[in-house]
């Protein structure tokens, strides 16, 4: 990035003197004044004590979004922004500040070095400024793209927030570097679906689903677990909507919460309330899977459509429910209570369908493997035109519920790729635990409407897309993050629903980064292991819960046979061992180890070297196709 010419300076900084000077007249014109109703729906704290809050709304008409900056107190000025993944480098940048003599407002923006310079083109405009009674307000706004290198693309998906406080006169804007400032972030999806809002029905009733006054920890990171009960004879309804509940005075400090349905398997559950690491948690409620409900930092409520409910209660299902919180305390405040939750609204007069959650993207297995020091690799995991088109037929299993489509690669024919999971490959895969008797056809004829998702992998990921594949060709895309954070997950509506038919295909691909690791990564329930899911809501509901594909695991093995052959190194392939024993031993990774048992292979041989290891550029090329 290069400073911009000085006349071209000199410009922008004239345009921020009158800007300048039509901000101190504004402040002292317009202080006393009432302020007027609220435009703006949605709203965030940004920083942890709450000092700083933005609240926006979206023009899709005009293409621009409008931004309020509330600053409790505001001392030499305040920086706001975006950036890819919320550092202050590189960052696009709107600055109010002072030279202790006048006060100034400007499009900026960081280099590498974190140095801030005065954009060329002004692309931040400055509508309002008024004290009220919680602060300064700044009202401007920014088109979503301003074909400005210097500017952030507004896109779907996550959006990075940063932010930076100014405790002191800068004489001029390129004297400040964000690296001496008190800054931070925060993640927000900034682009809203613009959709109407339906009626809820005359007889709709609401339950508060909430953390029983509990004290939150003065650390950083808390995931709380709690568990609650239905009440006895609670008869099956249709959640309608459903809306966050935040403790006042705790918004900054409430990052995101999830409502978990237990498995209808076990008969009861433990009660804890307590962190969801705790050595003290019941290895049960592992077992409460099943998504009800989903918020994160702003998101309002959540309606279904008008058609379709997400059934809860009955029968066939438990009881029992697990309220997780997610605290955010980075500056380790103490002594703050809190009973935050979720309030569900639901009507016992059930609507034409049931919604469902179908799980699309790759199996969560140990073959689902990335390599170390990638900066993105990608995996794509398909649920293929054989899953949506042909019947399923049950396999009886008496751990077995509703039925899940996994697809096997070419290397090994499969039949009937579309079938059940039996009870252990549910718990390898994560399928929710729901007991099902009678099905039919994969998808009904007339086909189902996605209308909200929730994309999911863990701390490695940083892209995830799932795209509609009619006919042979990519119709459209169904939910797409290419700021995806795995801090920030949350059930969103789309703009426009999407209508899958029998034979058609979703693709899902998540893109990972794992420069800081050592070794390989692999799928699995563990933190630092990887999923790639995307969690699809739709109607009419199916009895088709997963649709994911897989790599054969014996497929890797010859491919692990084939690599190893060719190493120049005495390594070989011990057909016993498991695909996870194999990895240390996958080229792109430090160790390399000899099988500990003898080596065999298909017929018996010895192990024999033949020729020089290939390059990890070439291997990561076949392990990704593969």
Avoid at 365 to 388: H, N, R
Wanted: glycine share 6%; net charge negative.
């Amino acid at each position: 990035m290069q400073v911009p010419s000085p006349s071209t300076r000199e410009a922008a900084s004239m345009y921020g003197t009158v800007v300048a000077v039509f901000l101190v007249i504004l402040v002292a014109t317009l202080q006393s004044s009432a302020p007027p109703e609220n435009p703006f729906p949605y709203r965030v704290p940004l920083d942890p004590e709450g000092s700083l809050e933005l609240s926006w709304n979206v023009s899709y008409a005009q293409k621009t979004v409008h931004f309020q900056l509330l600053v409790q107190e505001l001392k030499a000025g305040v920086l706001f922004g975006m950036s890819d993944r919320g550092e202050l480098e590189n960052a696009d940048l709107v600055v109010l500040w002072t030279d202790g003599d006048s006060t100034y407002f400007g499009d900026a923006w960081s280099d590498q070095r974190g140095q801030i310079h005065l954009d060329s083109r002004q692309d931040y405009q400055l509508l309002r400024a008024r004290r009220t009674p919680e602060g300064l307000s700044l009202i401007f706004r920014r088109p979503f793209d301003t074909c400005d290198p210097k500017d952030y693309l507004i896109e779907d998906g996550t959006v990075h927030l940063v932010y930076g406080v100014l405790e002191e006169p800068f004489r001029t804007l390129e004297a400040i570097n964000t690296s001496g400032l008190q800054t931070g972030l925060q993640r927000v999806q900034l682009l809203k679906p613009s959709i109407p809002i339906p009626a809820l029905p005359m007889d709709t009733h609401t339950m508060e689903i909430r953390t029983p006054d509990i004290l939150i920890p003065d650390q950083p990171t808390t995931y709380w677990c709690h568990i609650t009960e239905l009440p006895d004879g609670f008869s099956r309804h249709h959640i309608v909507m459903y809306e966050p509940i935040v403790t006042k005075g705790n918004e900054a400090l409430v990052h995101h919460m999830e409502v978990f349905q237990c498995a209808a398997q076990f008969e009861t559950f433990p009660e804890f309330s307590g962190p969801c690491d705790s050595k003290m948690k019941p290895r049960r409620l592992n077992y409460c899977r099943h998504v009800l409900a989903a918020w994160a930092l702003g998101a309002k409520a959540f309606y279904y459509p008008e058609e379709a409910g997400l059934a809860f209660g009955g029968a066939e299902s438990s009881r029992f429910l697990r309220l997780e919180v997610h605290y955010h305390n980075p500056l380790k405040i103490q002594g703050r209570r809190d009973s935050s939750g979720i309030r569900l609204h639901y009507t016992a007069t059930l609507r034409r369908f049931n919604a469902g959650i179908m799980e699309l993207g790759l199996v969560y297995s140990p073959v689902m493997a990335i390599p170390p020091q990638e900066t993105a690799f990608v995996l794509t995991g398909y649920c293929t035109d054989k899953c949506t088109q042909l019947a399923l037929r049950p396999r009886r299993s008496p751990a077995s519920s509703g039925p899940a489509c996994v697809h096997l690669p070419p290397s090994r024919p499969c039949a009937d790729p579309c079938r059940l999971l039996t009870g252990d490959e549910k718990k390898a895969t994560g399928t929710s635990l729901h007991t099902r008797k009678t099905f039919s056809q994969a998808l009904p004829p007339s086909g189902i409407h996605i209308f909200a998702s929730q994309l999911h992998t863990h701390l490695t990921g940083r892209k995830v897309v799932t795209v509609l594949v009619r006919d042979g060709r990519e119709t459209e895309i169904v939910n797409r993050d290419d700021h995806y954070s795995p801090h920030f997950q949350e059930i969103r509506m789309l703009k426009k629903t999407v209508s899958v038919r029998p034979g058609d295909v979703l693709v899902t691909s998540c893109t990972y980064n794992t420069e800081d690791r050592e070794l390989a990564t692999v799928g699995g329930f563990g933190i630092l292991e990887e999923m790639c899911v995307n969690y699809v809501h739709y109607y009419p509901q199916t009895q088709l819960e997963l649709c994911k594909s897989t790599v054969d695991p014996g497929f890797l093995r010859e491919y692990f046979h084939l690599v190893n052959r060719f190493n120049g190194e005495e390594v070989c392939t011990c057909p016993p061992a498991s695909v996870p024993e194999h990895l240390p031993r996958f080229p792109g990774t430090p160790s390399i180890e000899t099988c500990s048992g003898p080596c065999t292979a298909s017929p018996p041989s010895p192990c024999t070297a033949t020729s020089p290891r290939p390059s990890a550029s070439r291997v990561n090329g076949i392990a990704a196709s593969a």
